[in-house]
């Protein structure tokens, strides 16, 4: 059984940075990890993902340049480094993962994942 434990975020203003952090129980290390976010009234959307060795991430094209997704199998911990936060990327964030997903099309979509975490908050003000 996977379980993902979500941290970091918090209020910060625009044009800062943040660091959140998903700790996995499990096995994930062969896993492709994802992180999605869903802000009030719209549907979850995908942000970033990173293959189980770490040679491989894509990007949602809002976040690209500015997020860093990383893993550390070792800690069995994946990251999301958010710099130049805007006021758009207010949102609960969450990771996900499954054991069938690869990089293809279903890649950005919630409902091929299996396993999430409880999501953490990130707000931005201006």
């Known amino acids: 059984q996977v379980q993902l434990v979500e941290s970091g975020g918090g209020l910060v203003q625009a044009g800062d940075s943040v660091g959140l952090s998903c700790a996995a129980s499990?096995?994930?290390?062969?896993?492709?990890m994802a992180w999605f976010r869903q802000a009030p009234g719209k549907e979850r959307e995908f942000v970033a993902a990173?293959?189980?060795?770490?040679?491989?991430?894509v990007y949602a094209d809002s976040v690209k340049a500015r997020f860093t997704i990383s893993r550390d199998n070792a800690k069995n911990t994946v990251y999301l480094q958010m710099n130049g936060l805007k006021t758009e990327d207010t949102a609960v964030y969450y990771c996900?993962?499954?054991?069938?997903?690869?990089?293809?099309?279903?890649?950005?979509?919630?409902?091929?994942?299996?396993?999430w975490g409880q999501g953490t908050q990130v707000t931005v003000s201006s």
């Open positions: 499990g096995r994930t290390s062969r896993y492709i």
């Open positions: 990173i293959s189980w060795a770490g040679g491989r991430t």
């Open positions: 996900a993962t499954d054991s069938l997903i690869s990089f293809g099309s279903r890649l950005t979509r919630p409902n091929e994942y299996d396993y």
